[in-house]
Each structure stands twice: as structure tokens, then as C-alpha cells.
């Protein structure tokens, strides 16, 4: 099959477009053909060099496609069926999988991070991590909503347990996580304050539901946070951001309010001002991904059509590397997809 692997650590160069072997399904997995694969920050990680990853190394964790053959252990799937894959890697036996936590699987991973991914025209995985979809999705659109609606719902859910009522600001509105987490926080009908780098954006922040829209360049968020809520503060800050946000993220909190942060894109070393944690009583929360029950949960609401992935652009495979150019840049907003 054609794949684009990576050789080596480094910028969109490494990635080569490649003749590799077919997979070969065992008795307990599905083989699917990819027909689209959405790019996430996580991808540009990955390219650039985190531990953990052999190489040479396929990326890719959002994976949409079409069934071509099933193990004889599954009966419940079949040849030709429409599906998306659950982007997590779990042992599916130990004490947390069993519980429905596989985040906190030790043997957790995600598809394209540590194991081959989804930048290749076939994929060989086990059957949990298959899902049937609707007819009327597209595969671009199946292929958008797995990582990011599940990190999202973890985030908002899982984690920062909002309820009806709540405000929540949500970093950089542009982002696969961003765009989900607007459109989970009006689902439970809180009021949301966006982020965004410039006005098209902005815009498109507004049409998702964000109530209010700060320009996080020429504005300073907690002032901007300050003045919509007269005074108060946020309930929930979804982060994504970092160092470059963070100081402004948690001085945007209410008293009492949860901070829940799931990555860190501009830099790792944020620092806290012990006084403040405890006097504001804040929760300040990590957040992973998600388990497969929340999955299952979050597509609920994308198959009825309450909840919409959000597509900027996509890209022939054997074009990756101006995706990841796309990104890097960060001229997207949505998910920009590769089809192999
Ligand atoms: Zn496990």
C-alpha cells in the first residue's frame, strides 16, 4: 500500500510518501481501507520527535474508511461497512478498561503516536475500536470528529462537570478542540467566551455559538473576561494553549472556578500563584483524551446533528507536507484532512 512514513524527526521534509507491506489483520481485528485522515496538532509532536515512537513511523489519528475484511473472532461487523476508529490504543483487560477508564490505561496510547496511524491506505485494528456511522456523513467529516470531540467532552464533561447556566471561556476557537468544546458548552446551554486570532475567525467562533469572541492578539483575555461577566469570572476555562495563555486563562476564573487543560502547544513551563489557588479555591484539572464510553457518548450527539466537525481543507496524502505547513501556520480553522 502507499504510505507516508517518517524516517527521521524533523519539519514537513520528513515525511516521505512510500510504497510499505499490507497489514495483515489477526483473528480478533478489522482491516480498513482509510479514506480520510484528519491532522491533529499531535501529528506536528509526533513529526517533530516525542519518545516512544520507532521509526520508521506512520502518523495519523483520526482515521474515517470502509471495511475490506473481518477476523473470524467478530461476527457484528462486516465487509463494506462505513466506520471511523476510536483513536485510543488500550489493553482492553486491566482493572481500569474494564472500568471504563482507558485513559488511565497504563498501556494507553494514541493511534499515530506510538503505533502506526492512519497516513496509509489500509489499517488493521481491533474490533473495540470500531464504529459504524450514518450514511449521510462524509468520510471527511467522520474523520474530524473522533480526537477532538472526545478530548473536549472529557474535558467539559468528565472533568469539569458543567451544568446549564455555566459561563465558559474556550482558547483559541479555531482548533479542533476549540470548535468542539463551543458547540459541547452551548449543548448544555452555558454561555461561551471564544477566543480567536484574527476576525475571520472570530466570525466563525460567533456562527458555532460563542456568545462572546475576544481577539486574543489585540486583546488581554482576563480584562475582556472581567468586563463580559461583570467582574466575576469564568466557571470553566477550556485550555489548550499553554504558556502563552495560561497566566491569562487562570486569572480569568470565578472563585471556585475549574481550569481543565488538555495540552500545551506554546510551551510547558506555566507556573501558579500558590496564594491565589487556595484563597479563589480553584480546581486547576489535567485531562487526556477520553475513555470509549465518552466516545460513544459524544458521537451520540454528532450522528443526530447537535454536534458538527468543523472541515478547513483537504489534502491528496501524497500532499502532506502543506498540510502540515497548514497547520504549523496556523491558517486553519477546522480539521484539515489527508485522503489517501
Ligand atoms: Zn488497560
Not at 466575576?232 to 499553554?242: A, K, L, N, Q, R
Request: aromatic share 8%; glycine share 10%; net charge positive.
Amino acid at each position: 500500500m502507499k504510505a507516508v512514513r517518517i524516517h527521521q524527526f524533523g519539519g514537513p521534509e520528513v515525511l516521505t510518501y512510500e510504497d510499505v507491506p499490507d497489514p495483515k489483520p489477526r483473528k480478533d481485528q478489522v482491516l480498513v481501507r482509510i479514506r480520510a485522515c484528519a491532522l491533529n496538532h499531535l501529528d506536528l509532536f509526533v513529526r517533530k520527535g516525542l519518545p516512544g515512537v520507532n521509526l520508521p513511523h506512520i502518523l495519523g489519528s483520526d482515521i474515517a474508511g470502509e471495511i475490506v475484511e473481518v477476523g473470524e473472532y467478530i461476527n457484528d461487523l462486516k465487509a463494506g461497512q462505513r466506520v471511523l476508529l476510536a483513536p485510543m490504543v488500550f489493553c482492553n483487560h486491566c482493572a481500569k478498561c474494564v472500568a471504563g477508564l482507558q485513559n488511565q490505561c497504563r498501556q494507553f496510547a494514541v493511534l499515530g503516536n506510538t503505533v502506526d496511524g492512519g497516513n496509509c491506505e489500509l489499517i488493521a485494528v481491533p474490533v473495540v475500536n470500531v464504529i459504524p456511522i450514518p450514511d449521510w456523513l462524509d468520510f471527511n467529516e467522520a474523520a474530524s470528529v473522533p480526537l477532538v470531540f472526545v478530548t473536549a467532552w472529557h474535558m467539559l464533561v468528565g472533568r469539569a462537570a458543567i451544568r446549564p447556566g455555566q459561563t465558559v471561556l474556550v482558547l483559541g476557537a479555531n482548533s479542533g478542540v476549540g470548535i468542539a468544546a463551543i458547540q459541547i458548552a452551548k449543548l448544555f446551554h452555558a454561555r461561551v467566551i471564544a477566543t480567536a486570532g484574527d476576525e475571520r475567525k472570530m466570525e466563525r467562533a460567533r456562527e458555532l455559538g460563542a456568545d462572546f469572541v475576544i481577539n486574543h492578539y489585540q486583546q488581554k483575555i482576563s480584562q475582556e473576561v472581567r468586563k463580559i461577566t461583570n467582574f466575576e469570572g469564568v466557571d470553566i476555562v477550556v485550555e489548550h494553549v499553554g504558556l502563552a495563555t495560561w497566566e491569562e486563562s487562570v486569572r480569568s476564573l470565578k472563585a471556585g472556578g475549574t481550569l481543565v487543560t488538555c495540552g500545551a502547544t506554546t510551551g510547558y513551563g506555566a507556573g501558579v500563584d500558590l496564594r491565589y489557588l487556595f484563597s479563589k479555591q480553584w480546581s486547576l484539572l489535567g485531562s487526556f483524551l477520553g475513555s470509549m464510553g465518552e466516545l460513544h457518548q459524544v458521537l451520540k450527539f454528532v450522528f443526530r446533528k447537535q454536534l458538527k466537525p468543523v472541515i478547513d481543507r483537504v489534502y491528496p496524502l501524497a500532499e502532506i507536507r502543506a498540510a502540515h505547513e497548514r497547520l504549523e501556520n496556523k491558517e486553519q480553522f477546522g480539521k484539515v484532512i489527508v485522503k489517501p
